[in-house]
């Protein structure tokens, strides 16, 4: 399978930023926690098209990962978890995200 034949780039210009991904049972979604995300950002509109079109009965995981974690109990990044976490997990919930990765507390 070519990387090609299941990247869903987004529109945002430089490579790498945020995309997704389509694998035989699972679309894997990775966004970028130091662009902007907020709901007026291209990232969260490009986010919210891209989760309505995943077919679940095709593919019933969806796997979505990030550098910044929404939760975790640092407090000197407490406020940045906080309000990535009020935009996004809403949308995580109405589209059923079946996982979330993040990572990034020097806690």
Do not use: C
Request: charged fraction near 15%.
């Amino acid at each position: 399978m070519r990387l090609q034949a299941v990247l869903n780039e987004s529109d945002f210009a430089p490579r790498g930023g945020y995309f997704s991904l389509d694998l035989p049972g699972v679309h894997i979604v990775s966004l970028h926690s130091y662009l902007p995300w907020g709901v007026e950002s291209q990232q969260y509109k490009w986010l919210v098209k891209d989760l309505e079109a995943v077919d679940r009965q095709r593919t019933p995981w969806l796997v979505v990962y990030m550098h910044a974690s929404m939760y975790h109990s640092y407090v000197a990044q407490y406020m940045q978890a906080n309000t990535f976490r009020t935009v996004y997990e809403p949308l995580f919930y109405q589209h059923q995200v079946d996982l979330v990765f993040a990572g990034h507390t020097h806690a």
